[in-house]
């Protein structure tokens, strides 16, 4: 067992047991598996605005809140609440396009509680249409009967729109870390995951995606959703498979229930 726990700090780190160096070698959450493809990376460690990798030139929208404390360290709070200034974080980069394969994928927490008719937004892809994985309260709109995980992949042109809302019922108590990703390939192919688990999978009928069509990523809630915390942005430049998004997540939150390395903030 100590092997294994030895063997998985290793990874993460970015260290193989040989003490060979990985390309993200000093970024202890980015496993060496995945690193040499990620293209964006965001731990707010260095502030909101400062991500450690950004190789797609990308701009980054958020309110002007103080940093709190995260999963890995440092956090970046969104939505209203607690918060001094409403707001998502907004990632912009026309290498966010889904033309070529691509991994988006952060984790956040509620910072207060919920009811029954909350709603909020979780991850959504953005440009001249959008891909959305979000939370509708229980209420009129599409009849909801209780706070429901839904899907949406919308107003692209020459594609069917599709407003899923199958996902079963979304509950979620404050404080209490998740994971979200959506992963693109063959420009059709689109898988969301939440804690780890694919949940849903959609290929858009009509057409293929172009080049250009999306060129931001929304994560977390906006407006009037209720305070959120995110941590730990990564942007891959590939479609991660559904063993690596369980592993990348495993390995993240034993590591941080250590609070590894020693020494960091504690949540």
Not at 145 to 174: H, I
Not at 214 to 221: D, F, K, M, Q, Y
Request: glycine letters at 12%; one cysteine or more; hydrophobic letters at 40%.
């Amino acid at each position: 067992m100590k092997r294994m726990f030895r063997i998985l700090v290793l990874l993460v780190a970015g260290v193989s047991e040989t003490g060979l160096a990985a390309p993200a070698d000093g970024l202890l959450y980015l496993p060496p598996g995945i690193a040499d493809r990620v293209v964006f990376y965001h731990s707010f460690s260095k502030g909101l605005k400062t991500p450690e990798i950004n190789l797609i030139g990308a701009a980054l929208t958020l309110a002007e809140n103080e940093p709190v404390p995260g999963l890995t360290g440092a956090g970046y709070r969104a939505g209203s609440g607690p918060a001094p200034k409403k707001g998502a974080c907004v990632i912009q980069s026309p290498a966010l396009s889904l033309h070529k394969p691509l991994t988006v994928m952060f984790w956040w927490r509620l910072d207060q509680p919920v009811g029954e008719e909350t709603g909020f937004g979780v991850l959504a892809l953005r440009g001249k249409g959008w891909i959305s994985a979000f939370v509708a309260g229980k209420g009129p709109w599409c009849a909801l009967k209780e706070p429901t995980y839904l899907f949406q992949c919308y107003n692209f042109d020459g594609m069917e729109n599709c407003n899923d809302v199958s996902g079963g019922r979304a509950w979620f108590e404050p404080s209490v870390w998740h994971h979200a990703a959506i992963s693109v390939s063959g420009a059709a192919d689109i898988r969301i995951y939440r804690d780890g688990q694919e949940r849903t999978r959609h290929t858009p009928k009509g057409r293929i995606f172009k080049e250009g069509e999306i060129t931001s990523a929304e994560l977390g809630s906006s407006g009037d959703g209720p305070a959120m915390t995110l941590d730990d942005i990564v942007v891959l430049d590939r479609a991660l498979s559904a063993d690596e998004v369980l592993a990348y997540v495993t390995a993240v939150k034993a590591l941080a229930q250590v609070k590894f390395p020693a020494g960091r903030a504690s949540d």
